[in-house]
């Protein structure tokens, strides 16, 4: 059964700390790997799309990795901001069929 | 702004009502795709369209229906509610080719209270 598994499933951490999410798939034939950022009651916004041949993919301080081998990805995020507090969403593609995952609720407090 | 504007973004009615959600893509965008997300769940794909036609579908309930028209907006219909359809109802579009390489930008959601 395709599935994508995000851990953990919130997160609190202090401003301007690191902090890594983590999304374990089963999803196959694997096309694509993208990161959304929702915020609360807002539309996802893509953050990053990687393919098999990337196995890492930064779009500011965000950045991805992909390991497709033992199937797992993480968005790291470096030096958060208060902005970062949001809901971040895995998305396997294969072919035409999206696979979410319950994605990662993140708070930054001050 | 994703460019993908859906309305209402408000909507309270009471079971057994029917009510009718719109989603216009971005410009040249011929995929329409519809989630339902419900509260403290992740996104849940309802049915694609590509460029007026069904190209897949999800897990879309018989009491829903959707359909593209010739301008490329959409329309999801939803009846006989239930207190469980209780949720936020997303539109995204994605250029062509259809297929899923495709970058989807999501609408901002209609948030469908059914009391």
């Known amino acids: 059964k395709n599935q994508v598994e995000q851990s953990p499933q919130s997160l609190i951490i202090l401003e301007g700390k690191n902090c890594t999410l983590q999304?374990?798939?089963?999803?196959?034939?694997?096309?694509?790997l993208r990161w959304y950022k929702q915020d609360t009651g807002r539309g996802p916004v893509s953050l990053t799309i990687?393919?098999?041949?990337?196995n890492t993919k930064s779009n500011g301080r965000y950045t991805a990795t992909l390991d497709a081998d033992t199937k797992q990805s993480s968005l790291h995020i470096t030096a958060s901001q208060l902005s970062d507090s949001a809901s971040y969403i895995c998305?396997?593609?294969?072919?035409?069929?999206?696979?979410f995952g319950t994605g990662t609720s993140l708070t930054v407090i001050p | 702004d994703s460019g993908v504007t859906q309305t209402p973004k408000h909507l309270i009615t009471a079971t057994g009502q029917r009510v009718t959600l719109r989603c216009s893509p971005r410009?040249?965008?011929?995929?329409v795709y519809w989630y339902q997300q419900s509260l403290d769940q992740g996104l849940q794909f309802l049915i694609q369209?590509?460029?007026?036609?069904?190209?897949a579908k999800g897990n879309i309930l018989e009491r829903f229906s959707a359909q593209q028209f010739p301008d490329l907006h959409s329309e999801l219909n939803l009846s006989s509610l239930e207190l469980g359809d209780s949720a936020l109802y997303f539109c995204?579009?994605?250029?062509?080719?259809?297929?899923?390489?495709?970058?989807?930008?999501f609408g901002e959601g209609s948030r469908l209270t059914v009391l």
């Open positions: 999304c374990n798939y089963t999803v196959s034939p694997f096309s694509n």
């Open positions: 990687m393919t098999f041949s990337e």
């Open positions: 995204a579009s994605s250029p062509p080719p259809a297929g899923g390489w495709g970058e989807l930008f």
């Open positions: 369209y590509y460029n007026g036609e069904e190209r």
């Open positions: 410009s040249g965008d011929l995929s």
């Open positions: 998305v396997v593609v294969t072919g035409n069929q999206f696979y």
